[in-house]
């Protein structure tokens, strides 16, 4: 695979306006919930402090207010488009095969980020040989069981080794408010485009953008702004 040069982070603005908005509603102290949830989601840590950038706490956004709950024994993910053999996987059918452990910072674009995150599931490059890609396929899109976020990758960027489609998570199972029980990890890139409850994977002729990046943000998200393809201190095991 051929790798290209990758965007700077450059611009935020629709990530500045909703970290400012959650620095304020802090200082104001306001509970966050109701109409205010459906922007925002839920926010894990505690006063104002666990909201800036720098601390050591995971920060649970949803887009919608909508948190799919999904047993494993339900979940089904679909991956099509240009490929020979369209296939739905279930939770069984991901556990089953190759798995891929990495440790890597997860880094969200507003700038807080936790260091040291372990990671296990199955290579998407894994994935979209099993479903036969085609071989001038130009793209990956992606979509969430919470009917709102999307997301896309170039086809060399899906075939990175740390690309993965991840059921667990700080040696765990994947919660829900982390976007389990199954969902994209893209170590090399800042969080945005880890898209969280996974469910259509397609293989597409031409980019397509996601929900953040049509609301301001890069469509390459690129943590270190440079033209290597991997993430900072990242450890595959």
């Not at 894990?44 to 207010?65: K, T």
């Not at 979509?143 to 991840?166: F, K, M, N, W, Y």
């Not at 893209?186 to 397609?202: D, E, F, N, Q, T």
Request: charged share 15%.
């Amino acid at each position: 695979m051929t790798s290209e040069p990758r965007e700077g982070p450059g611009t935020i603005p629709v990530g500045r306006r909703v970290f400012l908005g959650v620095v304020a509603l802090g200082a104001a102290g306001v509970v966050v919930g109701g109409a205010i949830q459906s922007g925002l989601g839920r926010l894990l840590g505690s006063g104002l402090g666990g909201l800036l950038p720098g601390g050591d706490h995971f920060r649970i956004y949803s887009l919608n207010g909508v948190f799919p709950t999904i047993p494993n024994d339900m979940y089904r993910l679909e991956v099509s488009g240009l490929v020979d053999r369209p296939t739905t996987f279930t939770f069984s059918d991901l556990t089953a095969m190759p798995s891929t452990r990495l440790v890597a910072t997860f880094q969200c674009v507003t700038g807080w980020r936790v260091p040291d995150v372990a990671w296990e599931g199955v290579k998407l490059s894994h994935l979209l040989e099993v479903v036969g890609a085609h071989r001038d396929a130009v793209a990956v899109t992606f979509e969430s069981h919470d009917g709102a976020d999307t997301e896309s990758l170039t086809i060399d960027q899906a075939h990175l080794p740390d690309v993965i489609v991840a059921y667990r998570m700080l040696d765990a199972p994947i919660t829900t408010e982390h976007g389990g029980p199954v969902r994209l990890y893209v170590a090399p890139m800042y969080g945005y485009k880890s898209l969280k409850w996974l469910s259509a994977i397609r293989v597409v002729n031409a980019v397509q953008p996601g929900y953040w990046e049509l609301n301001g943000y890069p469509v390459n998200g690129w943590l270190d702004g440079s033209t290597g393809p991997t993430n900072p201190n990242p450890r595959l095991t």
